[in-house]
């Protein structure tokens, strides 16, 4: 059964870099991880999507091992806006969009 | 770019009556839209994908004669919560998919939160 897991809170501070893993061990084989960042009662919002390796753009990286059983969203020097819940998005065979539980991460000052 | 609305942002209505959402995507033309439905301090759970012209598919255990689902256009669907109960209280987001495939990116929108008392 295809599941993904996240851990379900996170701390960190202003300035630190913060990475938050995914562990998803059974996904279809050619289809994006893509992650969101949620604030309460918004929906949620596109932060980046990889297929393998190494992804990064103007507000994050992620990277995918070769294995894709896993994925790190790395946010460097958070800041405290950046306090939201974080979510994997994944597709398993068969082509079901599966999200992670979340992550809550606080950061503090 | 990329930008997805919902209207009403929220909405408070009797038990027994019927609510529509709507969700539109206001740049692009999305072939694939999909309803979740989140309760607090939890994930998004999918509802169901709704490709433009065809009929929703609902996941298991989402009663498609409650939750009716329309997408007659590339950018509006509509999700009808139908006899509402206060189990149906949550927190209803709609996303848009430009493409037909998983791979392309899926574009939320804020959020409609139904309260049925």
């Known amino acids: 059964l295809a599941k993904t897991t996240q851990p379900i809170s996170m701390d960190s501070y202003e300035g630190q870099e913060v990475n938050i893993t995914c562990s998803h061990n059974n996904i279809a084989t050619n289809d994006y991880i893509t992650w969101y960042q949620q604030f309460p009662s918004q929906g949620p919002r596109f932060i980046i999507q990889?297929?393998?390796t190494k992804v990064t753009n103007e507000v994050a990286s992620l990277f995918i091992p070769a294995d894709r059983k896993s994925s790190t969203l790395s946010l460097p020097r958070v800041s405290l806006s950046d306090t939201a819940v974080y979510y994997c998005?994944?597709?398993?065979?068969?082509?079901?969009?599966?999200f992670g539980q979340g992550t809550e991460l606080s950061v503090k000052p | 770019g990329a930008v997805v609305s919902q209207h009403p942002s929220w909405v408070i209505c009797k038990s027994g009556t019927s609510v529509k959402i709507e969700c539109r995507s206001l740049d692009f033309q999305a072939t694939t839209m999909f309803w979740y439905r989140q309760f607090p301090k939890q994930s998004l759970m999918l509802m169901a994908t709704s490709n433009e012209g065809s009929k929703a598919t609902y996941e298991q255990g989402v009663e498609k004669d409650k939750f009716l689902i329309n997408h007659a256009s590339l950018t509006l669907s509509t999700l009808t919560v139908t006899s509402a109960h206060p189990e149906d209280s949550s927190f209803y987001i709609c996303?848009?998919?430009?493409?037909?495939?998983?791979?392309?990116?899926?574009?939320f929108g804020p959020g409609t939160r139904l309260t049925v008392l």
């Open positions: 996303s848009a998919r430009a493409g037909a495939s998983s791979t392309d990116t899926q574009y």
């Open positions: 990889g297929y393998k």
């Open positions: 998005l994944v597709v398993i065979p068969g082509g079901k969009l599966i």
